[in-house]
């Protein structure tokens, strides 16, 4: 499910749980209603593949990201 959280987007599981939350500047497209959401991808990301002036500011040593693959369709007007 996609939900909105204030001003931000989240991803819900079938149970309502948040599993994810989308980036600041997204918005879903206008003139359109969702369909659906599924798991597109999980990426594992580390702390050590990223370059070593952000590695200060990272807090945690790896960490999993959800890709979703978000459905929408035209609305009817």
């Known amino acids: 499910m996609l939900s909105r959280d204030g001003p931000r987007w989240m991803l819900l599981n079938a149970a309502g749980q948040a599993v994810g939350r989308l980036s600041a500047k997204y918005?879903?497209?206008?003139g359109c209603r969702f369909l659906r959401g599924e798991v597109g991808a999980v990426v594992r990301w580390r702390k050590l593949d990223n370059a070593e002036e952000w590695r200060g500011s990272i807090r945690r040593d790896d960490w999993e990201t959800i890709l979703p693959e978000l459905v929408f369709a035209r609305s009817a007007q």
């Open 27 to 30: 918005a879903p497209p206008e």
